[in-house]
C-alpha cells in the first residue's frame, strides 16, 4: 500500500457492516467469517488475517495501529479512519479479555461521537455502536456503577433518538 488516496464521487459499494448487538443488554457475538470487506482492497488483511487465526487480541492490536496509521496519513474523519476505528470496538467487543471493560465502553463511546459527528456512513453502524455502548455501561452499572456515572452523560448524547435507552440511562442516574 503505497497512501494514495482516490476520492470516489459516490460512497465505496464495500462499507464497513458490522453487527454490533442483539438487543439492549448483550454485544452480538459475530462469526469471525462475516468481517466485511476492507473499503480501499486488502485494507484490512492484516486484521482478518489474525481474527481467522483465532487471534482477537492480535487482530484488536492491529486495528488499533492500522487506525493509528490511517489517522495519520488520511486524518481523523477520513472514512477509513472511521471504519477501522470501528472494527477495531467491534473487535474489543468479541475479545474475552477486553468485552465488558470500562476501556471498551470507553472505546465505543469514542466511535460514536466520532462516527455521530461525521455522519458516517451506513448510519446503521453508528447505530449499532451506540446500542453496544448502552448494553455495555448497563452491566457496567452493575460492577462499576462509578464508572457508569463518569459516561452516563456522554452516553446520553449520543442517545437522542432512542428514548427508551435514554430513559434507562436516567432513571439509573436517578435511582442512584
Do not use: Y
Amino acid at each position: 500500500m503505497d497512501g494514495t488516496t482516490t476520492t470516489l464521487p459516490h460512497p465505496h459499494p464495500d462499507p464497513f457492516v458490522m453487527v454490533l448487538t442483539n438487543d439492549e443488554t448483550q454485544p452480538c457475538p459475530v462469526d469471525p467469517a462475516g468481517v466485511p470487506a476492507a473499503g480501499p482492497a486488502g485494507l484490512l488483511s492484516c486484521v482478518t488475517a489474525a481474527l481467522a487465526a483465532g487471534d482477537v487480541a492480535e487482530a484488536r492490536a492491529r486495528a488499533e495501529r492500522l487506525g493509528a496509521r490511517l489517522t495519520a496519513e488520511r486524518g481523523h474523519d477520513h472514512p477509513d479512519t472511521i471504519g477501522i476505528l470501528t472494527v477495531h470496538a467491534w473487535l474489543a467487543l468479541i475479545d474475552p479479555a477486553t468485552a465488558w471493560s470500562a476501556e471498551t465502553l470507553q472505546l465505543l463511546l469514542k466511535v460514536a461521537e466520532r462516527r455521530f459527528v461525521a455522519d458516517a456512513d451506513p448510519r446503521t453502524d453508528t447505530t449499532r455502536v451506540i446500542r453496544n455502548a448502552h448494553a455495555l455501561w448497563r452491566h457496567i452499572s452493575v460492577e462499576d456503577p462509578e464508572t457508569a456515572r463518569e459516561t452516563a452523560a456522554p452516553l446520553l448524547a449520543l442517545l437522542q433518538d432512542d428514548p427508551r435507552r435514554t430513559r434507562d440511562v436516567l432513571e439509573w442516574a436517578c435511582a442512584g
